[in-house]
């Protein structure tokens, strides 16, 4: 915070501050200072990769994707261009249920090595409620939310739970509108949430 004082707009004490940030678990925070430096250092691979993360953090999935599919054509660092790779995997078996399916092998070798995988961690999610193991993926997305609390997507698919039940239509309806401050123009939410309201 010190050099930002005192050099507010160098890319790199942002980039810096927005990683720090985001390591202590102000999501917002960095995700506004990383937006700062890709402004001013625009395209360099390790802010992007950053700002995925943290953009991820909050739910904003494309954005998210779009800079990581940069971090991934940029070819530079082998480490983050894997990484990249395996998260651009990931985060696009929440739009097709038959790649999720085919992905589970994937999903449970990646949780093995890494418990705290998000991406992860919401594939096997989706996979328990398509189950009807209800119970099991309510708490894979609450511990989603405990790490990232503003996670946009675990508070929709969350909410979509608890509104199967009666005793738990409150919590439900208090996540949707939680997640429709992101996922304005999302229609299953915004179906969700009227049925809620309702």
């Known amino acids: 915070q ?3 004082e ?3 707009p ?4 942002a980039a810096i501050a927005g990683k720090v940030a985001f390591q202590s678990g102000n999501s917002s ?3 506004s200072l990383l937006q700062e430096g890709a402004r001013q250092r625009q395209n360099d691979p390790s802010i992007l990769y950053d700002l995925a993360w943290a953009a991820y953090s909050l739910g904003k999935v494309n954005e998210a994707r779009d800079a990581m599919q940069k971090v991934f054509a940029s070819n530079i660092d082998s480490v983050q261009v894997a990484d ?3 998260f651009l995997a990931f985060t696009a078996l929440d739009a097709s249920q038959k790649d999720l399916i085919a992905a589970e092998a994937d999903v449970q070798k990646e949780l093995k090595s890494n418990r705290q995988y998000v991406p992860a961690l919401m594939a096997q999610a989706a996979l328990e409620a398509d189950r009807s193991q209800f119970k099991p993926a309510a708490e894979t997305y609450n511990n989603i939310l405990r790490r ?5 997507p675990a508070q929709k698919r969350l909410a979509a739970l608890y509104a199967r039940d009666p005793s738990t239509v ?3 309806y208090d996540l949707a509108t939680k997640a429709r401050k992101t996922l304005m123009d999302d229609p299953e939410l915004a179906q969700l949430l009227g049925q809620l309201s309702y």
């Open 29 to 31: 925070w960095s995700y």
């Open 148 to 152: 990232w609390p503003e996670f946009a």
């Open 2 to 4: 010190k050099p930002r």
């Open 84 to 86: 990249a790779k395996k």
């Open 170 to 172: 409150a919590a439900a």
């Open 6 to 8: 005192l050099a507010p």
């Open 10 to 13: 160098d890319p790199q004490i």
